[in-house]
Each structure stands twice: as C-alpha cells, then as structure tokens.
C-alpha cells in the first residue's frame, strides 16, 4: 500500500541552525507530495507541496524538492527560528484522490 | 475568513457513553474529512465526503462509528458506544474539491474515554 515514513524524533535545535527533515515513500502510483505542519494547539496547515519529479515545493524559507529515484521528499530551511517550533507531517496523495497519507510527524523545537 | 470549527474541544466521557463530534467547515468548500490522531498511530483518515456524500470511509475502525453531513455547512462524526481505545485527537478538515487544494483543518477535539 502507500506510505510515508519520516524520520524519528523529537528535534531539538538553536536558533538559526540549519533544519533537514528526511521523508521517504512507497506509492502504487505516481504521487503528489506534501509537507504540512502543525503549531502547538492547532491543526494542520499545508506549508508546501510538489507533484512531478524534480518539482521544488518553498514556502517561509522552507523547501523541499522530489526525488523520485530516492523516493524522498526532504524538508530544509536554511535558518530556523523560534517560531517554527511545530510538529512537521509529511504527506502523499495517489492517482488524484484527495485521500492524504501521513507520516507519523516530527517535533521540532527551535531554542533561542 | 472563519476557519474549519470544531466542537467541543474537549470531551470527558465514561466508557459506553454516546460521543458526538461536530463540525463546520469553511464556506464554499465542497470536500470535508475526518482524521484521527494517537501517539501509535499518527494520523489517520477516517472517512471524507464530496459535496455531502461519502466517497471513502475505509478508516472507519468499526461499526461504532458513524459520520454524517446532512448539509454543506454540517457534519458530524458518531462513536457509540465508546471505548477507551477511541481516546485521541479527532480533526475535521475542508478543501475545495481537488487532490492539489490544501486542506484546511480545525482545532481539533481531545476525546478522553474513562
């Protein structure tokens, strides 16, 4: 079946520190790629997404680029900052259905 | 603009009990979803509707749960009776309908089933 595995956590990391966050996939079909987040006390947001290979996803200083030969879809920010303090999703949607498959989450915690 | 509402936020309840999730998504938005949260097993789509009609409810754990949107400004997700088990974050979320439109999602309600 489809699926997302992300990379364990919880992160914990300083002020303007560089941030990857490793997401792979398995996909019966050609999927679409997402990277949602989610602020302390709130639902999901989508921060970016891509749907072809090679396609770059940005927002807010994050990017994300997909790798089809990898199967990855790697988050980075250059510089973080206390308020990207968030638990990060990655995601994939299949075939055009809006049926959305989660990674588990990572937690980030960005200390000034 | 409003955002997704969810009602309640918390819910404290004895195991048996009938629980009611209620939700309203963002106006003129035609695709609406169910998820559920646990530390085990991350987020899950239960079920989600298309301009009111269930298009996919292979999530739904069992019989216990049920889901409705009578209307495209309603929905409401039904655990009777509920167990211990069912203990998580559930989370409504509405999109224009597409696989390329985000989904905006509510707060969310924390279900505790004693």
């Known amino acids: 079946g489809d699926s997302v595995t992300q990379m364990e956590g919880p992160v914990t990391l300083s002020e303007e520190a560089f941030l990857t966050i490793n997401c792979t996939y398995t996909a019966t079909g050609y999927p679409s790629l997402f990277w949602y987040v989610q602020y302390p006390g709130e639902g999901l947001q989508l921060l970016l997404k891509?749907?072809?290979?090679?396609d770059k996803g940005s927002n807010k200083g994050f990017e994300a680029t997909y790798r089809k030969e990898t199967t990855s879809f790697h988050l980075e920010k250059g510089s973080v900052q206390v308020s990207d303090s968030a638990v990060y999703f990655c995601?994939?949607?299949?075939?055009?259905?809006?049926?959305?498959?989660f990674g588990k989450g990572m937690k980030l915690t960005v200390n000034p | 603009d409003a955002g997704v509402i969810q009602s309640p936020r918390h819910e404290v309840t004895e195991m048996g009990q009938e629980v009611t999730l209620r939700c309203k998504p963002i106006?003129?938005?035609?695709?609406l979803f169910w998820y559920r949260q646990t530390m085990m097993r991350g987020l899950e789509l239960l079920i989600y509707f298309n301009n009111n009609v269930p298009i996919d409810d292979s999530g739904m754990p069992e019989d216990r749960f049920s889901a409705k949107m009578p209307n495209a400004s309603f929905s409401t997700l039904k655990i009777q009776p509920s167990e211990p088990r069912d203990s998580a974050v559930y989370f409504c979320a509405s999109s224009l309908r597409g696989f390329l439109q985000p989904q905006h999602f509510g707060d969310g309600t924390r279900l505790s089933i004693l």
């Open positions: 106006s003129g938005h035609n695709s």
């Open positions: 995601a994939l949607s299949v075939g055009g259905s809006e049926k959305l498959v």
């Open positions: 891509a749907t072809k290979a090679d």
